[in-house]
């Protein structure tokens, strides 16, 4: 019996069997001293893989066919089996890698991988410290050929075996998505962003988009929205706000149908997260605060974004729409005589709607007063004046005040706007 040094994963994968001496047999003192962790070879096997060894190390892989298949004839004990699966793994992995380099748009068909994988990732002599890259290229082999439940067990497998790969998490990730189970993966991947986070690594914004697509997908409205409020917490630009927005409650077939009230906080979500995008965002958005009877916000909103440069200088159905707008604004006058009334009142309708003006004068104090008396005598819808409240506070920078009102708004779609502009606090500084 010959005594080899163990072969490294490493050769197999890449430098291959060409790092494996093959001579011939050992003194009887030196094989004492390696006999501990070296490999035992017959001597059939050992003539066998000396043979198939130079020319696979030269890569003619045509020639080394029928060597590699000499070994694998001769191959009686483990270790024999262990080194024949490592050269015909390597022969194969060869042979692909050449095909794929001569014509990169051919198919590859990793098939006849699985063979010998499946012998190493079982033989014990296998060394412990390359079992686990095994597990992981085994996975991989499934997983390319959409066998998803067992990709998943052996990545798994791969995980326990402390296998550390960057893609590995994703990985487990997208086989359980792939094999339906949308909630699981999903989670999954909850858990890798937070163990990311908890370790200073920021995820990939990737990981959110691919978590809001395959949810969105399976129609799971509230993990939708739940990965969307996540995806823009973690990374705030305005054209992630825009677009997360839009697809919850502005475009055909959103998630959320939409009231125009609640459609004329969503737009002040946008104009607060600086996601207005275009002259049709601000004036849809200011039509919303015509038609609510607010004409302060309406023109100011027009403003900014003529002064922006986002509403074109030569709008004219922008400057029509800001005319009637402070023509409006200047004949309702002062609100403190309606302030009034709405503290006399029986109920607080009139004091939600003072301070809905209030809010589109930039009065936020008095805005919030107003709302919280409506609160107080009742009579109103409270999940919106809250959310209004919520509003007000969150521009007065009373973020804990506004955290509290949001937090107090149920039922949808209402919670779920109110959840985007608590999403919306917590980035702010």
């Known amino acids: 019996m010959k005594i080899l040094p163990k072969l490294a994963l490493a050769a197999a994968l890449a430098t291959g069997m060409g790092s494996v001496v093959l001579t011939a047999p050992l003194s009887a003192q030196k094989k004492k001293e390696e006999a501990a962790g070296g490999l035992k070879l017959s001597p059939e096997a050992l003539k066998a893989a000396q043979a198939a060894q130079p ?7 045509a020639a080394a066919d029928p060597l590699v ?28 890698f050449a095909a794929q380099q001569a014509n990169p748009n051919a198919p590859v068909d990793e098939a006849v991988l699985a063979k010998p994988l499946d012998a190493l990732i079982n033989s014990p002599s ?27 067990q052996y990545f798994q497998q791969a995980k326990q075996l402390g296998y ?22 999903n989670a999954e991947l909850s858990s890798v962003i937070d163990q990311m986070n908890a370790s200073g690594q920021k995820a990939p914004e990737d990981y959110y988009k691919f978590a809001i697509g395959r949810a969105n997908k399976a129609k799971m409205v509230p993990e939708t929205l739940g990965w969307m409020r996540k995806w823009i917490a973690a990374y705030p630009t305005p054209q992630n706000w825009r677009n997360a927005l839009v697809i919850y409650g502005l475009q055909q077939g959103s998630l959320a ?3 125009k009230n609640q459609k004329l906080d969503l737009f002040r979500l946008m104009r607060a997260s600086k996601s207005l995008a275009d002259q049709n965002d601000y004036m849809e958005y200011a039509q919303y605060a015509t038609d609510k009877g607010l004409p ?9 974004g003529m002064a922006t440069g986002k509403i074109p200088a030569g709008n004219a159905t922008a400057k029509a729409m800001l005319t009637a707008a402070e023509t ?48 107080q005598k009742g009579g109103v819808d409270a ?7 919520g509003i007000a506070l969150a521009a007065s920078g009373d973020k804990a005040g506004a955290k509290a009102a949001f937090d107090t708004v149920k039922g949808a779609p209402r919670a779920d706007l109110a959840s985007f502009w608590n999403t919306w606090l917590s980035t702010q500084a």
């Open 164 to 185: 550390n790969d960057p893609n590995l998490p994703m990985l487990i990730v997208k086989s359980k998505i792939e094999m339906g189970d949308v909630a699981g993966g």
């Open 69 to 96: 298949a000499a070994v694998e004839a001769a191959a009686k004990t483990e270790d024999d089996k262990y080194i024949a699966a490592a050269m015909r793994y390597e022969l194969e992995s060869g042979k692909l």
């Open 257 to 259: 149908t939409l009231d």
């Open 383 to 389: 999940n919106e004046v809250n959310t209004r409240l």
């Open 126 to 152: 296998t060394p412990a410290a390359d079992k686990p890259r095994y597990v992981y290229r085994r996975g991989a082999l499934a997983f390319n050929g959409k066998q998803y439940p067992i990709a998943l």
């Open 55 to 61: 020319v696979l190390q030269q890569k003619n892989y």
């Open 328 to 375: 409006k604004n200047r004949q309702e006058g002062s609100l403190a005589p309606t302030e009034a009334r709405a503290k006399s009142a029986a109920d607080g309708k009139l004091a939600a709607l003072t301070a809905e003006a209030y809010y589109g004068q930039g009065n936020n104090a008095k805005a919030a007063e107003l709302y919280r008396l409506a609160l």
């Open 296 to 304: 302060a916000e309406a023109a100011t909103v027009l403003k900014e």
